[in-house]
């Protein structure tokens, strides 16, 4: 198929009106349809598309202005057997609308089908509760915007949603909170700051939809994994200008770029919010169901789903793929954006054959001249067969590494045989990407996300606790690799309390200092919990916000965050973007891995299921840049031990700079430096 590239999918502005134009390929008619405001029970005209080639349809319409809110009618054959949906009694929202006119109402008249018999349409029409787009002035100014552009070696990341971040934030105006405009309030922007965070990884932000089992229970799709349209900013963000959310995410966008952060989006390309065919027909399904979606070709009545969302996107059609890029490229060129995560990305390099790392739309992605200049992160996974392709994403991803969070929780349990896996994840994971000739930046290192506990419930609770949700606890992961070192969840016990701060610290303080790109779970550096709660996915509530009055505890911890994030960038060794080589420098290596007893670890002891203590020298290249490190971990919860510690080169002298059994005042390093139970202390070359 060649595509139209003379047409602009979407309401574009042309000398004499407004064009409109939609893909449907087996269509037989499509109207637009056009209203005079949310409350309209129908449409005040209609208006017929003309043909504009290779399944497009386009008409340019004289008297619109924007805020005209509109839809479309599609005519054509319904005939599940062949996967066409086509029902001109429901309203279809435009996949390219820059804004949300009106938001569905659930409704039964919301389903395309019949409920019973998916071989009968609905024919209710629905057009006073469909959703509905608005046409959009897009001029905003930039003021000379300019984008940070932060070195992957040098990023901090901190995922964090929208709403959670400020919705209870006392020094955040009560207007603002929950909104684009509460992330650039003076204390939030000071609190990033102070972090180190260079940048901000949003959950999802398109304009999302929620499911009808969730609204049934009486939840919401809180998180946002849902999107219902691509381009448009979500309206539960924007505060000043609700029927424009575009310019409030602009105007948070440049704030953050002034405040040198960047702004990385978590997006969901991989479904949408229409389910399976016997979800509601909001948009793609009632446009033109086969190219949009992966169909069964044994029963094209349904759909192929690797995501667990009732639908899978058909990325290897020219105009699903097309809808992709053209939505990329509009958030990192028309709103500044400065790079992406891919939810569930291997179903976007799958093709009928599997996953393809070649993919044409990966080959598209690095060779496209506004999107090869962004970061772009991948989930690299789906549920489908041949899903897990860590490490197999082209050269331009980074990946977030779930065996490095799996192994440091591992090791910090005390669990035998995993010191060694510990040392690989320290040093940027070079057995995953090094074989693909991947450099350490790959490597997106996270203990915790969104997805699964937080740092505090990691510590705290060994079982998920998800009743909230409305699944009986059956949702959400059931292995954590969580410890509650005594008590479920809370605990007024101060031995209980102390032992669960310092594996906070020792977890916190090896993220910091390992090699490769730290994300950090906003919330994790206040002391976050959600109860126990793993998938907090339809909370909108207290188990999603952060809680910003802290206690002493709290506040010693986010001292202690801030102080291993100037650790971290002060010292160009745990940020260079090679491995570790073993080159040494004046008789010295680049890494050394110690035993207790002060000798170099040998092969053999990696293999010793009883080892639990290590130690590893951290040299710069250049000596002049800043001094060696010595990271000394102990992972027993049992008993202590004595490190033997070799001379420093330079002055013969070491400096405590963190130690996590005694934060406040660090023991000081001597020729034996005792680690006591469940520990971790970094000293530094004087």
């Not at 990033?192 to 304009?207: A, C, M, R, S």
């Not at 599997?354 to 789906?382: C, M, R, Y």
């Not at 909370?539 to 206690?551: A, V």
């Not at 992972?635 to 002298?653: L, M, W």
Request: glycine residues 8%; proline residues 6%.
């Amino acid at each position: 198929m060649v595509l139209n590239t003379e047409l602009s999918p979407g309401p574009q502005v042309e000398p004499g009106g407004i064009r409109f134009t939609v893909y449907s390929g087996s269509a037989t008619g499509v109207d637009l349809c056009l209203f005079e405001s949310s409350e309209s029970k129908t449409e005040f005209e209609r208006i017929p598309l003309s043909q504009a080639g290779d399944g497009w349809w386009s008409v340019l319409v004289s008297d619109v202005t924007t805020d005209t809110l509109y839809g479309y009618r599609v005519q054509g054959p319904y005939d599940p057997a062949l996967g066409r949906f086509f029902n001109p009694n429901k309203i279809l929202i435009d996949p390219y609308a820059h804004a949300l006119g009106r938001a569905p109402v659930w409704d039964e008249r919301l389903f395309g089908c019949n409920s019973r018999h998916i071989t009968k349409p609905d024919i209710r029409d629905n057009a006073d509760i469909a959703p509905l787009a608005r046409v959009t002035d897009t001029s905003f100014d930039w003021e000379g915007d300019r984008a940070p552009r932060i070195s992957w070696e040098q990023s901090l990341i901190y995922e964090t949603h929208v709403k959670s971040l400020t919705a209870r934030h006392p020094d955040v105006p009560e207007s603002l909170r929950g909104s684009f405009l509460g992330l650039t309030s003076e204390p939030l922007l000071d609190h990033f700051k102070n972090l180190g965070v260079t940048t901000i990884e949003l959950l999802p932000v398109h304009q999302a939809f929620d499911e009808w089992h969730c609204r049934k229970n009486g939840l919401v799709n809180y998180w946002g994994y849902n999107t219902l349209l691509p381009f448009a900013p979500d309206v539960r963000f924007a505060r000043t200008s609700p029927t424009d959310p575009a310019r409030e995410f602009k105007s948070m966008v440049k704030a953050l770029h002034k405040a040198g952060i960047e702004v990385i989006l978590d997006v969901v390309y991989n479904h949408t919010a229409e389910g399976s065919t016997h979800g509601p027909l909001l948009n793609y399904r009632g446009l033109d169901n086969e190219a949009y979606y992966w169909l069964d070709k044994a029963n094209p009545s349904i759909y192929k789903d690797f995501t667990g969302c009732g639908n899978m996107w058909n990325i290897n059609h020219p105009v699903a793929q097309k809808l992709v890029l053209d939505s990329l490229r509009f958030w990192a060129k028309e709103m500044h954006v400065d790079g992406f995560r891919f939810d569930l990305a291997t179903v976007l390099g799958r093709s009928s054959s599997g996953f393809n790392s070649h993919h044409p739309f990966f080959e598209t992605l690095q060779s496209d001249p506004v999107l090869s200049q962004v970061k772009l992160i991948a989930e690299p996974w789906d549920l489908g067969e041949g899903g897990y392709q860590l490490a197999h994403f082209p050269k331009q991803f980074s990946e977030w590494n779930d065996q490095y969070r799996n192994d440091i929780r591992k090791f910090w349990k005390g669990e035998k045989l995993h010191a060694g896996l510990f040392a690989r994840r320290l040093s940027g994971s070079e057995d995953i990407f090094g074989p693909q000739h991947r450099p350490p930046r790959t490597s997106i290192n996270y203990i915790t996300c969104h997805d699964g506990f937080t740092l505090q419930d990691l510590v705290s609770y060994e079982s998920k606790h998800n009743d909230a949700n409305g699944e009986k606890n059956r949702d959400g992961n059931n292995n954590n690799l969580s410890k509650n070192y005594g008590e479920e969840g809370t605990t007024l016990k101060q031995d209980i309390l102390e032992i669960r701060q310092r594996q906070k610290r020792n977890m916190a303080a090896t993220l910091f200092l390992s090699l490769g790109t730290p994300m950090f779970l906003g919330g994790d550096e206040l002391g976050k919990t959600q109860w126990g709660n793993n998938n907090s996915w339809c909370q909108d509530n207290e188990i999603n916000y952060y809680e910003w009055r802290l206690d002493p505890a709290q506040e010693s911890f986010l001292h202690f965050i801030k102080k291993l994030s100037y650790i971290r960038r002060t010292h160009p060794a745990l940020c260079r973007n090679h491995y570790f080589s073993g080159e040494t420098l004046d008789n010295e290596k680049d890494l050394t891995w110690l035993h207790p007893d002060g000798r170099e670890i040998e092969d053999s002891d990696w293999s010793d299921g009883s080892l639990q203590t290590v130690g590893v020298k951290i040299r710069n290249e250049k000596k002049r840049e800043s001094a060696a490190l010595l990271l000394l971990v102990h992972s027993s919860e049992n008993y202590g031990v004595d490190f033997k510690i070799a001379p420093a080169t330079r002055k013969n002298r070491w400096n405590t700079l963190i130690d996590t059994f005694s934060p406040e005042k660090p023991q000081m390093a001597s020729e034996i430096f005792h680690l006591q139970p469940l520990s971790l202390a970094i000293l530094e070359e004087a």
